[in-house]
């Protein structure tokens, strides 16, 4: 059984900076591209910051500049940097990955619980 475990939400003042975790447990035989979605009250779910299993990133254009995603391949496990975080970046934060379980499996995405990430004005 694949779990995703979101860590490092939080309240924090505009301005402030946080530190997302997300790790992978189970029976894992690769993990192509992992990424961050997020789930602001009303709206729908977005992508928020993808990286392949190469290291490339890619960013929604409101968070660009200001988030940084990274992985550790031997860890299982993404992260995302948020840094002049603003009260448009409250929402619900999920850990997104695609995963192999076996060489001869397709992959297929798995998504964590979420974690609250809320900015004061």
């Known amino acids: 059984q694949v779990q995703l475990v979101e860590s490092g939400g939080g309240l924090v003042q505009a301005g402030g900076s946080l530190r997302l975790s997300c790790a992978a447990s189970g029976i894992i035989f690769r993990i192509n591209a992992m990424g961050w979605y997020r789930q602001a009250p009303g709206k729908q779910r977005e992508l928020v910051a993808a990286i392949t299993s190469g290291g490339s990133p890619n960013y929604v254009d409101s968070v660009k500049g200001r988030f940084t995603i990274s992985r550790d391949n031997a860890k299982k496990m993404v992260y995302l940097q948020m840094n002049s975080l603003e009260p448009e970046d409250t929402a619900v934060y999920y850990c997104?990955?695609?995963?192999?379980?076996?060489?001869?499996?397709?992959?297929?995405?798995?998504w964590g619980k979420g974690t609250q990430v809320t900015v004061s004005s």
């Open positions: 997104n990955a695609d995963i192999a379980l076996s060489a001869m499996s397709k992959s297929w995405f798995y």
